[in-house]
């Protein structure tokens, strides 16, 4: 039987991503890229640059007139990457990788590389893998425990979590921004639906 309690709790540990909320010079959005657009490029890695605030990978594709043409894939901080997963050793200069993403609206050479729910570095996981890994124990949960819960845990597993509980696209569990610190309480009630601590996109 589903436990019956009426709120599920979740808070956030406090090693979050506190510098995703600090502004930095010269920093800019995404709305640089085309973000309705997904276009795959292929090609070999030159350069893998893990750094904040927005990591970039380099590469050599063969653009539609057969010229070489370097690519450079702008992807999310660092710090984001890294709890993933994700390290620099990962990527070799010399291999042939494919991507998918998001053009830029001016430059050719450059477009929006986004780890997304099912993309991930090589020995590394994504969103999905999170998912199916962390869903047995709130399955495991919601059978075997009756009254509130309190759920502490990384940001990139509460983000899964939380987008599994609440339906969420997977688009929107990759761009979910889990407040640091706060508790998100999500009550069931049938079906589970958020109460307080986190903005969600209107649908």
Known sequence: ?????????????????????????????????QLDIAKEWSGTLTKMNLVNPHSYMELDVVDENGKTLHMRCEMRAATVLRRSGWSPDMFVPGVRIRITGNPHRDDPA???????????????ENL??????????????????????????????MRCILGRLLGLSENTICSLQIPNAVPVIVERGGDYHLLEGLDLPEA
């Open 1 to 33: 039987m589903p436990i019956s309690h009426k709120l599920l709790r979740s808070a956030v540990a406090t090693a979050v991503l506190s510098s995703l909320a600090i502004p930095a010079l010269a920093h800019h959005g995404f709305g640089l890229f």
């Open 110 to 124: 450059s477009n929006r590389f986004d780890n997304d729910f099912v993309q991930k570095a090589p020995g590394g």
């Open 128 to 157: 999905q893998d999170v998912t199916d890994r962390a869903w047995p124990v709130i399955v495991d949960l919601e059978q075997s425990t009756v009254g509130d819960v309190l759920i502490v845990s990384h940001i990139t597993t």
